[in-house]
């Protein structure tokens, strides 16, 4: 989201940042000629309005407030920084905060969250791509709900003038050099729906099971971004303002679009951001079907759409797609987009309207999605402190609950990916001295990733194993984790002394961020090297943790017998340090799987720029991610050890034939060209979808001697699958906590409409014939599908 090439336009956003700051009083608590909310009851030049009375609804009260603009005062509520409007009561606003992972702050560029008073910190969960690893929608809703409680604390203490979040990302990590995958759920679709689900409803305050907010307030506002097809920063001298993605729509159908979709219909997420590249030839923020016929009409959208960062000026200015300034600005609107974050909307809005190329009423329907969500926050009943979300202060923020959920969430979300002969855990009584290496053993910025808030806590690696072993020397091995130049005798020799060595290596944001996509997938500079030198000599084989976001190709580390445990630890939060060394010794038992394939370094000779999702074997165009890649694999999704066993088996099914012509009596089965009969899910209708649905109960025993968490993903595939068919598609998880020896059973919901369609060529999901199979560990269950 931080546009990079447009600093001007940022230093101008910030500098009216700063303006409105010096001129317009922040503190909800602070007497002042202005308050930093609508409908001050003290204030009766204002509290009168008919938008003031809180018992109508919402949408009368922003049609109210919006026919009471000028058209300059309409234009100056557009971008993100809004400006007040005081004869009105209406007190300044900006859109922009941020929450991927925790309340932020990014320097440089307006925002509405501070950390210069009571609050100067916040909770820091690991980045989204480990907490996904857990593949716990219970406990993403947690921390969704942190997030949202600490975001209203700040609010509540003066120290913000926004609550509407631009998080989460749910983009899907196709590619793995992306630098923003960090950000995101991981390559699956229906993992990242249910996490943008389980992260909205937390945030907003909704119930986990998706229960109707009282009166409809929002405890914060969440953003479902970047929409749609977007995953490409900086490759190759492509960016992503001027990349044009050219996806088919059976990939929109089945891939990309997914996670939006069950973003706005079952999180019922308040905000939406449409990305800075376009889709097959039409910008994002410029396609009337994506933003108005498929967001709020299909999917039945209520809430806010903003662009990306100097997205509308990229329209113009990099793209051309729009003629004039003011083409643009009709374009964007029309489309339905209503909030600018820039400021091409405040310049070019009045003379678009002066052209005639824009009506006011297009205004004024962006306006009213802006109010109602404002509203719906509670900024416009008067002093918000006194009210739904009142009580909430600074003492909600880093409170040791939270804390303790940072440290739960990266405990779940490590993942295990090598143990030859048990080398781990540790055992702290029979490891006198310990070695650790690397340039992220120190390095506690590491763990937080990007879109990162100033942590409560701050322990690195080292620390935390300092707190293990007393006898622990350290050694960074690299200048830093480039690698340009290594000390490996330093390390070798520090290796030689000890009984244990752990090398904590990997990536950090100098190699992957936003607008920094990888060129390759190795270990950069010199690790390699420092790894394959220090494990050769150890006493014992040694351990390899790695930080990072994207996945690395350590086949090396895989196949040499001298390392003997592997740990990818992602960028797991202010606890992350705490979280690694309670693993590696034994006190937590790892049971995270990994969200992401890891590739070979040959993959990159896929250039990124290839949106398919399905592999050609005409061209040898290998696929993306688990449902399609037919090549050779580093890690596979879902792939993830612990320090016990899980067994399972499938002990029901309640149905072993789907009759495709008993789940409708108005939907026809056809015949395609190939003979093969289907059922269009179109035309079978929500309800006979709902009535369609059947429940598989998967039995899991822990057979080893350890207590542990465990996630159990379920898969379908299909025997003899067609051309375009997914190698098998994740169609539910749940994580169970075993201990030794215990056995559990676990209902999964299957629904032939979801689960047993796919998505054909003209997009359109159907149901086929043939035989499918359910699969979970290695245990199969055949489900014929019948005409």
Known sequence: MRNQNHTKSLINLLITCLNLALLTPLLPRAESAQSPFGCDASDPQTGSHHFCNARLPVGDRARDLVSRLTLDEKVSQLVNTATAVPRLGIPAYEWWSEALHGVAFIDGV??????????????????????????????????????????????????ATGMTFWAPNINIFRDPRWGRGQETPGEDPLVSGRYAVSYVRGIQGDSFEGGQLKDGHLQASACCKHFTAYDLDNWNGIDR???????????????????????????????????????????????????????????????????DCDAVQVIHDNQGYAKSPEDAVADVLKAGMDIDCGSYLKNYTKSAVEQQKLLVSDIDRALQNLFSVRMRLGLFNGNPTTLLFGNITANNVCTQDHQSLALEAARNGIVLLKNLNKLLPLQKAKTPSLAIIGPNANAYETLLGNYEGPPCKKTSALQAFQGYVQNTVYQSGCDNVSCGSADIGKAVEIAKGAEYVV????????????????????????????????????KNPVVLVLFCGGPVDVTFAKEDPKVGS????????EAGGVALAQIIFGDHNPGGKLPITWYPNDFVKVPMTDMRMRPDQSSG???????????????????????TTFTYNFVSVSQKKLHLNQLSTTAKVVQDSNSVHYLSVSDLGSENCEKAKYSAVVGVKNEGEMDGKHPVLVFIGRENARKGSPVKQLVGFHSVRLKAGERAEVEFELKPCEHFSRANEDGLMVIEEGNHYLLVGEEKYTIAVEV
């Open 241 to 307: 303002f001027r990349f044009n993605a050219i996806v088919t729509k059976q990939d929109l159908a089945d891939t990309y679009q997914p996670p939006f979709r069950s973003c706005v219909e079952k999180g019922r997420a308040s905000g939406i951001m449409c990305a800075y590249n376009q889709v097959n030839g039409v910008p994002n923020c410029a396609d009337y079907d994506l933003l108005s016929n498929t967001a709020r009409g299909l999917w039945g959208f209520q809430g806010y759409i903003t662009s």
């Open 566 to 573: 592997m740990v990818w630890a992602g960028y797991p939060g």
């Open 503 to 538: 090398l904590v290596m990997g990536l950090d944001q100098s190699q992957e961020r936003e607008y920094r996509d990888r060129d390759d997938l190795l270990l950069p500079g010199m690790q390699q090297s420092l790894i394959q030198s220090v494990a050769k000599v150890a």
């Open 621 to 643: 165009y290998p696929g993306r991610t688990y449902r399609f890649y037919n090549g050779k694999k580093v890690f596979e999704f879902g792939y993830g050890l612990s320090y």
């Open 110 to 159: 307006p925002q509405g969250m501070r950390f210069n008073g009571a609050v100067r910190s916040a909770t820091s969960f690991p980045q989204v791509i480990l907490t996904a690893s857990s593949f716990d929608a219970q406990l993403w809703y947690r921390i969704g709900q942190a997030i949202g409680r600490e975001a209203r604390g700040v609010y509540n203490e003066g120290q």
